[in-house]
């Protein structure tokens, strides 16, 4: 099993550096899957996370200058790695006007990623800063818990607002709530609603769109449904908060995915980074 990677781009590095800078926000640890072609930063949805699900995947081309993985074995050509993506976020933040940033599986005392930054220097020889990433090594009997999650059979599928307007609006209610509903429909109306004893308040979104998803069995079930109706989930309000604020990079697409009374599945799309993120209904 082997892993070495570099960047030299300081535009991916900076890049490279937001994206897991948004998944230290969502996740304490999670897991790291390697391919030939891509990385993913996974959290299955277990009771343990909160019943929350992260599924981020990146191309490895559009960030890194060279990359070369030798998986388990020639069949399963993939490594899983425990990490906490905290650490390998402050390892980047050294990198910041880095020359180049290299990253390598090594197992000295124990299994860690080594993430070497080398930075300008005034003399002719590069100053290099070390940090060695703890990480657990995951067996080959264990990679089926970490497969893609499938897109739930929603009953609303809706375009998000501005996230930073959204963000707003959640920062100000989280202050009076523990919990929020959102509520969408087919007619691209959405709203955030919380309720106490002494108060309630209702955001309301319109004209934001709906997603047509043409799935390989034909259509899915939403379509039957009357536009105006309303689909609801009640979701911990700090679980939306922190997928909000660890946002660092607008994308270029953000929509949710409702289940009512079960879970909101958001989608948020980069050029060259996708993430899903699973937050099951309070009952």
């Known amino acids: 099993m082997r892993f070495r990677a570099k960047i030299v781009d300081l535009a991916c590095l900076n890049h ?18 390697l391919t030939v072609s891509k ?11 909160g019943g929350v699900g992260m599924w981020c995947e990146l191309n490895q081309g559009n960030f890194f200058d060279e990359f070369q993985m030798e998986g388990v074995d020639a069949e399963h050509n993939e490594i899983y790695l425990e990490l906490m993506p905290e650490n390998l976020s402050r390892a980047l933040k050294t990198a910041q006007n880095a020359n180049a940033v290299k990253m390598k599986l090594t197992n000295k005392h124990c299994p860690c990623l080594r993430v070497a930054v080398e930075l300008p220097s005034l003399s002719s020889s ?28 929603f009953d609303v599928s809706i375009y998000l607002p501005v996230l930073k307007t959204m963000k707003s609006v959640v ?28 108060v309630c308040v209702t955001t309301h979104f319109k004209d934001l769109g709906n997603p047509s998803w043409a799935l ?18 009640r979701i911990d309000i700090r ?25 909101v599945h958001f989608i948020l799309l980069h050029e060259d980074v996708s993430l899903q993120y699973f937050i099951p209904a309070l009952t």
């Open 126 to 153: 590069s100053r290099i800063v070390t940090h060695d990433i703890p990480v657990g090594v995951i067996p080959r009997r264990l990679w089926n818990d970490f497969r893609e999650p499938s897109v739930p059979d």
């Open 39 to 49: 990385l993913y930063f996974i959290l299955s949805d277990k009771v343990a996370n």
């Open 171 to 198: 920062d100000r209610m989280k202050n009076l709530s523990n919990s929020i509903m959102i509520e969408a429909n087919l007619s691209g109306e959405m709203n955030l609603k919380i309720e106490t004893d002494l």
């Open 239 to 263: 679980k939306l908060q922190q997928l909000l604020a660890g946002q660092q990079v607008n994308p270029t697409k953000a929509l949710c995915n409702i289940v009512s009374k079960r879970v």
């Open 216 to 233: 390989e069995d034909g259509c899915q079930s939403s379509q039957d449904r009357d536009p105006e109706s309303m689909a609801e989930a």
């Open 16 to 33: 490279f550096s937001r994206v897991i800078n948004t998944i230290a926000k969502l996740a304490k640890t999670c897991t790291l899957r």
